[in-house]
């Protein structure tokens, strides 16, 4: 067994994957540390939690991804997703540690990308717009740094949106199911407020993320950095219409210009050509039914 | 007058930036905040900084700058600099500012360069090979998305090597002046312990860089970097024997294997083709004369 040490796994990826692994489907991996207590500004914990563990592989995933948060707070924001991934790697060379650490970064290192530019590909500069994305590339940057100078065998995921059964509903398809799911049960009137319904993204199932971040770590070539996205590129009104149908409801829809979100991109859409051609990784699961996951897992939440 | 907010006043480049500003050489350009304590990491120190003065253009220095320091305590690097940064910029744009924020950040940032790509220009990619360069990417990138985000005015300005009278003796120019002053004071024998000779850098008197950083402020390009650098590659042990020449004295020089940094860069060189293009600044002070100027400062601070 590989045994794996992932941070941040209390988080809605972090969930998904203990549920992933108790399923079977790690090929392998166990987790390790996850009900350990620890804060990532705490470079002496950090020290004892490797020396505790000493994981074969770790997944870095810990950070405080909440855009608004981030842009009231990018200090905070930058202590935690840098100076906390600094502490991290600073604590696995001084151990010993010669596994494999996959970095999980974000694709808002793009930020605002031209549509001649579509699907974004991994040459594509990073021209973050929030402080998140920021923090995001300056923790790449020290990662990468970190296999320069120390020769940690790292390697970066940028995954784009991704979603399923767990997702906080300040999360687009996840608010919009838990919405569907209400009017379905009769709990609210068929009305629904939303945010820009023109813009596309590029969604994966949370799932398929997982089997990337597995596969990665043991095909990803080092040093390298890695798309994780659908390469499908689908408007948002064309995912609540998909939940509309499932649900069997039918909807008025008001969008809310107070969520649109400033300097926000309009389309986004990744390739995976590049970790499919490195590892044989390829999305698996059709949004339509993680749509219907979601659905499903709103309805027993919000059922009486 | 134009308001000139230094921070990190109180080092190297900031006394310097003082005297420069003192002998009249500013072209219109008054410091404020030279005598004021403050603490990068105490946002709200930060903001009363901004609202006391007002100013109106900043030149961030700054840093910790030390690499050893930094390989021995990345995170706290990663919070001066990147943290630190961050207070700055929302202190900054907080307050309303509408100046120009002229970040210094490092010819560091290259790191390891093939020789093929020397000189070196801006569109280099950044490869890290420490935390204290690292760091440097990072607020880089931050800057840069705060001009996205805000609109708020960012040059950047990346240094090369630089010298002058009042720099710490690790620093190998400013080192070997000492040296060679004591030597010829009789104060030690002629014997010099270095690192490494052959390895060649791209060395700028501190005074040229302060006219690049006021040329920057005023004629620099929103959202550019640029490389501050004299063009020229010179070798230590070239420097070194001038420096001997100069005094007139002969050393047996012995190469300290210690004081080799791990994964240093042998050669090294940039080009100010942009900035020269974008502004006019060009390097005005041979070295031999910053050279001469460094000896005077060590021998009269040696002189008994």
């Not at 530019?117 to 991994?122: F, K, M, N, S, W």
């Not at 608010?175 to 969604?203: E, H, K, M, S, Y």
């Not at 590049?274 to 044989?280: C, N, S, V």
């Amino acid at each position: 067994m590989i045994k794996l040490l992932a941070t941040g796994a209390s988080g809605f990826v972090g969930q998904a994957l203990q549920r992933h692994l108790l399923a079977g489907k790690g090929g392998g991996v166990e987790l390790c540390g996850v009900d350990d207590a620890y804060d990532l500004l705490d470079a002496a914990a950090m020290h004892a939690l490797i020396a505790r563990h000493r994981p074969d592989s770790v997944l870095h995933l810990a950070a405080q991804s909440h855009v608004p948060t981030a842009m009231q707070d990018p200090a905070g924001t930058l202590q935690v997703n840098v100076v906390g991934t600094a502490n991290l790697l600073k604590a696995l060379t001084d151990s010993g540690f010669v596994g494999r650490l996959l970095y999980v970064s974000s694709a808002d290192v793009y930020g605002a990308v031209a549509e001649a530019a579509l699907p974004v590909t991994e040459d594509t500069p990073p021209a973050p717009r929030n402080p998140y994305a920021a923090s995001k590339v300056a923790a790449e940057v020290l990662c990468l740094q970190w296999q320069r100078s120390h020769g940690l065998d790292v390697v970066i995921a940028r995954p784009f949106n991704h979603t399923g059964p767990g997702q906080r509903d300040d999360f687009a398809l996840s608010g919009f199911a838990r919405g569907i799911a209400a009017i379905a049960l009769g709990l609210q009137p068929p009305q629904l407020r939303t945010g820009n319904l023109q813009v596309t993204r590029d969604f994966l199932d949370v799932q398929d993320v997982l089997d990337a971040y597995l596969t990665l770590l043991q095909k990803g070539h080092s040093g390298q950095i890695y798309n994780v996205c659908s390469g499908v590129e689908c408007g948002l009104h064309e995912a609540l219409q998909t939940l509309m149908d499932l649900a069997g409801v039918q909807v008025d829809v008001q969008v809310d210009a107070s969520r649109l979100r400033p300097g926000e991109q309009l389309r986004m859409c990744g390739s995976h050509q590049k970790i499919r051609a490195d590892t044989g990784w390829q999305p698996q699961r059709p949004l339509r039914e993680t749509l219907q996951q979601l659905l499903q897992h709103w309805t027993q939440e919000l059922t009486p």
